[in-house]
Structure formats: C-alpha cells, structure tokens
C-alpha cells in the first residue's frame, strides 16, 4: 500500500506535490478550504522566469523550475497553455542591465540587450520604448489556475482524493504515529502531511506549534478587453507590465509591493494601471477597458525567499511545508522536488538553502 499523505491547499503548488506524490504511488488526499485554484495561483501574472540573481541557490532552483515547465508542458500535450513567448524587461537602469546580462551570462543563461530599433520590431504595437531592454527568449507565462485544476484532475486520475469547501482547523500528531489532520468532517490520518495553504501556512504552523514568520504582499492585476494585434512578448517596464491571453485580452499588473495605501485603493490602482498600459498602447487607448479587477495576496516568508522542508529540527518525522513567492515558475519542480523527499526522504542539494529551519530560535 502507498503512503498516505495529506496535501493542505490546492493551488498551484498543492496541485503540483499531489500530482507527483500520486504519479509516486502515495495514497494522496488534498483538502482545500474553498474551490481549487482560487487564492493567490487565480491573481497571478502567471509570468514563469529565471531572470534575477539575488542569490545563486535562488536562480539555480529556478533554473531547474523553467527546465521542470517545459517537461509538464509536454506531459500534458500543450493543455496547460503554457505560453512561451519570452520577455523583454526594462525595469532596471541601463548599467544594471548590462551588469545582470554579464552575471546571467556567466551561467550560460540565454539574455540580451537589444536597443530600441530591434524592440520596435519585435513588438511595433509598444510605444515609448527605451533605448535599451533585455530579451529573455527561453521565458514564458500561463494561467496558473488553469493550470493547477488539470494538475490536480491528473493527480485524481493517479488516485488522489480531493476534498473542497473544508478548512484544516489543525493538525496534531497521533498516538501511533504520523499525523491527524483536523476539519468539521472530523479527523483524516495520514503518514506525512504537507502544509500548501499559501498566505494561511504560517497560521497552520502556529497551530501546530511551529514558528514561519510571513510576510504576505498585496497586489493589483487588470484583464482588459481584448486588443486586435498580437503582443509577442510578455513585457516589463519600469512602471507597468502586461501579456496577452490566447483570447487577444491583456493582463496588466503594476510595479510596487507592500499596502495599497496610495488614493483610491484597489479601484484607484487599477484606473492608473490602465493610464499606464495605454500610454504603452496607444493605438487602442481609446477603446481598452477593464474587464476584471483582480486583488491578490502574494504568499511570502518573512525573508521574500522560499521555505520548503521538514519544519522544528528538520527530523523526517515533522510536518513538511512547501511556500513561496514565485509558485507559478516554482510549482513544478517543487512537486517533483517535495514528493521524492516526502517518498524516500532524499532531499535535493537545490533546497538546501530553503529549509524552514532558519526561522528557528
Ligand atoms: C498579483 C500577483 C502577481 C504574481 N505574479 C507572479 C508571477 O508573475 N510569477 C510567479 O511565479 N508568481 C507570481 N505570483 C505568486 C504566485 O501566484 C504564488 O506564489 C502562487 O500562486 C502560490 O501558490 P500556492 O499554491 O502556494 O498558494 P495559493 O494559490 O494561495 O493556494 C493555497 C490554497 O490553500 C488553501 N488554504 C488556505 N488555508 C487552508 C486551510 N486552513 N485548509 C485548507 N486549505 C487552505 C487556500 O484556499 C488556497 O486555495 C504572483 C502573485 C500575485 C498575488
């Protein structure tokens, strides 16, 4: 019999463990507190990249992670719509630019600097273009809502149960071991349990006596009506960035964390994201609207980078935790990377500096 393991929250990283777990042989059910792929994986700019090195442990998990999305892609024969269009990025000044594309380039990684000429006819649709930018071909985007509710029907294809509209009230360990996972359905067992639960994990892991400081950050991301040319590339300014949907519309997110605390709140930031974007699209500034307003809460610990392992010592008996930022580049390699530690208790040397355990003490 497969081991039985409980997977809590179903968003694009629940997904991507369970699916894996269930491709392993484990007995995997996943509790979700709403419907699947409704929190932070639904208001998400679903852009997937490896293109910043704040540390080098960092840029090589997300390496592996664009490497793990081709592999998905082709698992699920183009249905994830995994677009990959590249980006071409000028959030940065010229010399930081050309100091990332020296850093980038010294693992190989696929950049350039392209001047104004050469984005204009990339993208001849984007107005105001700088005189430099970076083009990051190998990059790309999806909807990672879309994504995660075809990762988990694979997972229940493999066996997995999922259960929705049942919030995890807590999790205690059993007398003869392993875990109880606590809900109003009353209390499931399972070997190992896996804390997914986006902006709630650090709330669980309290309840369950364990410290995961969290620094969740808001944000704000527009769909518009669709625009009748093709966007080539997904784009990043310094004041705004945006992609286009198969259906021709565009998602428009803004450059800042933290509160909305700036006039107007939600609505505000939405009406001068769409200031921003026709500014950039002029040829359809009379006719873009908005479509939907999206408010996310981007899932972080306290550090901004990810926490993903064993919590308390690290022991192979603890409870597992697996949050983010970056769960849409990161999600399918962490799947990979949680079930085979969860399943023979090898840990990847790509985690290594990720281990909740430095928030101990
Ligand atoms: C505006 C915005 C833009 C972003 N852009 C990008 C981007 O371009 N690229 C990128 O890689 N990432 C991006 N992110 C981050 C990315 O979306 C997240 O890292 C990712 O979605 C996190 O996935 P998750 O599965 O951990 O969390 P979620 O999708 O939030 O899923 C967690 C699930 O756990 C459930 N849950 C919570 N508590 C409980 C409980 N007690 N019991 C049961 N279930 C529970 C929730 O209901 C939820 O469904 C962005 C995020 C935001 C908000």
Redesign the pocket.
């Known amino acids: 019999m497969g081991k039985r393991v409980v997977v ?7 997904a991507c463990i369970a699916r894996e777990l269930a491709l392993a042989g484990a007995r995997v059910t996943v ?4 419907e ?14 490896a293109s910043f090195i704040e540390r080098e442990d960092y840029y090589r998990l997300r390496l592996a992670a664009m490497e793990a999305h081709r592999e998905l892609d082709r698992a699920f024969d183009g249905a994830l719509q995994t677009r990959w269009t590249g980006s071409i990025n000028w959030e940065a000044a010229p010399e930081g630019m050309e100091a990332l594309v020296a850093e980038l380039g010294r693992f190989g990684h696929p950049v350039k600097l392209i001047g104004r000429q050469e984005f204009a006819r990339l993208e001849p649709e984007v107005a105001d273009l700088p005189e430099k930018a970076l083009l990051m071909d190998n990059e790309g985007h999806m909807d ?1 809502a879309h994504a995660a509710g075809l990762i988990l029907a694979a997972a229940q294809a493999k066996g997995a149960t999922v259960l929705t509209g ?3 009230e807590g999790i205690a360990r059993a007398a003869a071991g392993g875990w109880e996972v606590h809900t109003a359905l009353g209390a499931l067992a399972a070997e190992d349990a896996i804390i ?5 994990t650090g709330d ?1 892991c309290g309840a369950a006596g364990h410290q995961l400081p969290m620094k969740n950050e808001p ?3 527009i769909q518009t009506s669709p625009v009748p040319f093709t966007l080539n590339h997904l784009i990043w300014s310094p004041d705004v960035h945006f992609k286009q949907l198969p259906d021709g519309r565009l998602i428009c ?1 803004y450059l800042f964390s933290g509160a909305i605390t700036d006039g107007g709140g939600v609505d505000g930031v939405a009406q001068r994201m769409l200031g921003r974007l026709k500014e950039r699209l002029p040829r359809v500034a009379d006719s873009l609207a908005i479509e939907t307003v ?1 408010h ?4 972080m610990p306290v550090d901004g980078y990810p926490a993903i392992g064993r919590l308390g010592d690290g022991g192979a008996a603890d409870l597992y935790v697996s ?9 399918p390699v962490v799947g990979k990377l949680v079930a085979r530690e969860i399943m023979t208790g090898e840990r990847d040397p790509l985690l290594a500096g990720f281990a909740p355990g430095r928030f101990n003490g």
């Open positions: 809590i929250g179903a968003g694009i990283i629940g509790i979700e507190a709403n699947p792929a409704t929190g932070a994986s639904s208001r998400s700019m679903g852009w997937i990249n990672a049942t919030p995890v997914a639960a986006g902006t709630r669980l944000g704000v991301l997110g999206k996310g809460v981007r899932p949050i983010m930022h970056s769960g849409v580049t990161l999600g």
